[in-house]
């Protein structure tokens, strides 16, 4: 009751929150337990909340998951959230929070996604965040943040994107964060950094983005002016004022936040002057200089004499833990065998449905035992892969027909049984030559589990077309005209409305989704899945989909999925099947925009293509992938200028 009444002080919002309730009965809004009856989740995204976060938080010793983005909430963190040592998941992105960072969230050794970005946080990154060694994701842009890149952060063994843009650091790059084993995106944009751009950094390509940097100086990066003698850095010489440092740096600006200055007799007896500007006037004789190290210090002074704080915010696009190479979440879900309130078994016989929903329901409905025998018992033999929410097998029916079965644990499908079977209903609605098809479900109180058994696809899926090593696995043209129209089809099927069908959004479309059969038709897969699933799983499958670029860029503001979204992500596909590669890189867009069509297309094609098609297809990526939702194209429209492609190599 404290968290509600700093979070929402009017009670506008989270009334279902009584003195007298049970959090775990299922009736306080965003509230989720584990088995053992303890707060394991609060899910209140996008609520309106307007108020602040209480300390009371840290009472809350089980909580795995708490996510309040997308509110007006204001006020610092407090210091006593680091008590959480259970907590896996903290979104606090797109608020109006100020203040520090506390570098106390450094003991919260769980943490594996911290999303501070879009708030007014202040003061230095702290130092204490290298202590994190399970974090994925730190994003941190679009606040307010001065110092320089704690090297610390190199420490980070599973730090997989860090996001620093839009603040103003200064310094350079800590060498250590270049050679973060996992780093796949570092964005530093609109920063005042300078100095030598570690080399290490080439191998992320389009992923390591600097722009706005005057000072960054490199060799082998675009857009970038080679270093002078004086910015070189020496790879044998430790970090400026970093560990084993014996003197002080050459350069002015340190690498690393929190600095450690060496003393020598009472020369740091006063910590809150920086004793850097005295060493460089005896160095430097011109007055511009000295201005300027006069200035380098004056902000120093400042930093040190706040706080340290640290500011990490991940964008919803955070990257998926499984993907990090043995951090793998098993249940996908922080929430731990969550229950319903009345036992889980939502199709019960006896339940009365209306008369449309009890005729779906019975005709897609599959027996526990019938699901068994399909998979021979679950056996491992038959197991196609898993995902951080679910495991898929394949399965023959008593009719012979070979299927796929979804495996999903309760503890990642929603808690409310209504929305659990409005969601259900919605997948049998959908129908269409372009999906995959849904045969049927079964859901298990004895196994915590509900199955979804959909037609099995044969062949791979697209993502396995790109990057091709062999002849084998290159399309040729005809076919990825085909495999377009049909995304395209299929997605617009789902916008649309219909007598038993609701206009539907996608939300995760990728090449992974994009499944092709023996005729080399594409299917798209898990439409509608989000509809079962609780908002900590959803939010967990997006991240793998927005580090290979298929998150639209109003979602960061909005926090929202409409149908432009879906437009966004098609043209993503769109490039990555002419150009036949996974990433999508600004070199490809312009080639596109130049009309160098050779420069886009696939060379595994050699020449096999029609020049005029390529063009057009590209033209329609290009407007799909417009930064404005609202000079995207419809799918409806997308499919029309589509249907006037005849290609026939």
Known sequence: MDMKAALDPHNQYLSSWTINGDPCDGFFEGVACNEKGQVANISLQGKGLSGKLSP???????????????????????????????????????????????????????????????NQFTGSIPTQLGSLKNLSVLALQSNKLTGAIPASLGDLGFLMRLDLSFNHLFGSIPTKIADAP????LDIRNNTLSGNVPPALKRLNHTFVYENN?????????????????EQVNPNRPEPYGPGATSLPTRDIPETANVQIPCNGSRCSNPSKSPRASVAVGVIAVTIALFAIGILSFI??????????????????????????????????????????????????????????QEVFQSFRFNLEEVESATQYFSEVNLLGKGNFSATYKGILRDGSVVAIKSISKSSCKSDEAEFLKGLNMLTSLRHENLVRLRGFCCSRGRGECFLIYDLV????????????????????????????????????LHCS?????????????????????????LLSDSGMHKLLTNDVVFSALKASA????????????????????VYAFGVLVFQVLSGKRKVTSSTRLAVE??????????????????????????????????????RPSMEAVVQELGNFTSCL
Not at 317 to 325: G, I, V, Y
């Open 182 to 185: 996992l780093l796949e995106v």
């Open 547 to 566: 580090a290979m670029g298929y998150l639209a860029p109003e979602y960061t503001s909005t926090g929202k999925f409409t149908e432009k979204s879906d």
């Open 594 to 631: 130049s009309c160098k069509v050779q420069d886009f297309i696939d060379p595994k094609l050699d020449g096999r293509f029609f020049e005029y098609e390529a063009t057009k297809l590209a033209t329609i990526a290009l407007l799909c992938t417009h930064e404005s939702s609202i000079e």
């Open 56 to 118: 009371a938080i840290a009472g809350l010793r089980y909580l795995t998951g708490l996510y309040l983005h997308y509110n007006s909430l204001y006020g610092e963190i407090p210091r006593e959230i680091a008590s959480l040592t259970e907590l896996s998941d903290l979104y606090l992105n797109v608020n109006n929070l100020s203040g520090e960072i506390p570098p106390e969230l450094g003991s919260m050794a769980a943490l594996q996604v911290l999303q501070l970005c879009y």
């Open 300 to 357: 120093q002074y400042r930093r040190r004499k706040q706080k340290l704080g640290t500011t990490f915010d991940i964008s919803d696009s955070r990257l998926s833990t499984d993907q990090a190479k043995g951090v793998y979440r098993k249940n996908g879900s922080p929430l731990i065998s969550l229950e319903y309130s009345s036992g889980w078994d939502p199709l019960a016989d006896g339940r009365n449905f209306s008369g449309f929903v």
């Open 214 to 230: 005057l000072g960054l100086c490199g060799v082998g990066f675009s857009s970038l002016k080679a270093c002078n003698a004086s």
């Open 458 to 493: 044969p062949n791979a899926n697209l993502m396995h077309y790109l990057d091709g090593k062999d002849d084998t696995h290159v399309l040729e043209w005809s076919t990825r005209v085909s495999v377009v129209k049909g995304i395209a089809k299929g997605i617009a099927y």
């Open 498 to 522: 219909k007598a038993n069908k609701p206009a539907l959004v996608h939300q995760n479309i990728s090449a992974y989704k994009v499944l092709i059969d023996q005729r080399f038709n594409p």
